[in-house]
């Protein structure tokens, strides 16, 4: 079965995306939406055929089957349960939600439409060294880790400029946290899982968000340093500790490597992966939904509820409140 694809939002990463889902030979570009029908017609000229919306409900009444949402943070939730109502399949991108009560909401709407799936496109979960890491804590007891995502943000010359892009302001729910941390939140819970207890130290920009920060999770037997950023570059290695052994990659937003150090010899354990790394997580999806495998549904759902559980956890105990928080 081959899923007709509409899109929500022309950015960097929706191209990504249209491509790793071409690839796989389960998808097609049918329908782009965006609020500037020249910004969709540019989009579509520079990806695949398909059709340009300007009006969410006419493109959610379109015969697409799955809607992929990379629209601004804030955005996702309510898109999301949109697309449901609309009685279609959707992959979000990360943050699926950006405070506990949203998943509430997409829960209900779940329930409402039973033959439908809900996907959050943590890319890195699905990458071939994740499974690598996962399979190697499954044999050897874990001392500790020490995680790190951090990233020169494009657009924080912009913020220093004085004007307001979307990943720096309360009013998209941006920040460091969620942009980039919850890629080690997933990393965590998925290698280790739920921790006894969470916190983070954020360092709060004056528009209100996190330029950076630092999580700390406890384990009954280890524990377990995230750091995120948007306002530096971190080239550190990031690190799983096994005793005398340590695990070392670069970050677990990208998994380039996996290197096993031990009595000071290096071992490359690194998975093959393909050059688009959404391909992985395309696939699944696809497979999922064509197969109707509620099962893999179900361990992914579970999943991103933990994640942003312990998220709202952690940033209710922090000064980051975004405009679109539950009063």
């Known amino acids: 079965m081959m899923l007709k694809l509409g899109v929500i939002g022309t950015s960097w990463i929706t191209a990504q995306f249209i491509t790793a889902a071409h690839r ?3 998808y097609r570009l049918t329908a782009v939406y965006s609020r500037h029908a020249e910004t969709a017609q540019h989009f579509i000229a520079e ?6 919306y300007t009006d969410m409900e006419a493109f959610l009444g379109s015969d697409i089957d799955v809607v992929y949402v990379a629209s601004p943070n804030s955005l996702h939730a309510a898109q999301t349960i949109a697309a449901l109502s609309a009685g279609k399949h959707v992959i979000v991108e990360k943050p699926m939600v950006t405070h506990p009560s949203q998943l509430a909401k997409l829960e209900e709407a779940l329930a409402a439409h039973p033959d439908l799936m ?3 496109a943590a890319r890195h979960i699905y990458d071939p060294n994740f499974h690598a890491v996962t399979d190697y804590i499954a044999h050897h007891p874990v001392t500790g880790a020490t ?3 951090m990233k020169y943000s494009s657009k924080y010359d912009d913020y220093l400029a004085g004007k307001q892009p979307n ?7 941006g920040g460091a946290l969620m942009d980039l941390g919850v890629y080690l939140v997933y990393a965590a819970v998925g290698w280790f899982g739920v921790p006894t207890t969470a916190t983070y130290q954020p360092h709060m920009l004056a528009s209100g968000v996190d330029g950076d920060g630092v999580m700390r999770f406890d384990y009954p037997d280890f524990g377990v340093t995230l750091v995120t950023g948007k306002t530096t570059n971190h080239f550190a290695p990031s690190e ?3 005793g005398r052994t340590t695990l070392q990659t670069d970050t677990p937003g990208e998994l380039n490597y996996l290197k096993l150090i031990s009595a000071g010899q290096r071992t490359d354990i690194t998975a093959a992966q393909h050059d688009n790394p959404m391909v992985s997580e395309a696939r699944f999806f696809a497979e999922a939904i064509t197969k109707n495998d509620r099962a893999a549904f179900d361990r992914q759902w579970a999943l991103a509820k933990q994640v942003h559980t312990l998220m709202g956890q952690m940033r209710a105990a922090t000064p980051i409140h975004f405009d679109s928080d539950p009063d």
């Open 167 to 173: 990943i720096f302001t309360t009013k998209t729910a």
């Open 24 to 26: 796989t030979g389960m």
């Open 240 to 242: 799983i500790y096994f």
């Open 118 to 120: 809900v996907f959050e």
């Open 47 to 52: 990806s695949a055929p398909a059709q340009a």
């Open 147 to 149: 995680l790190a995502y």
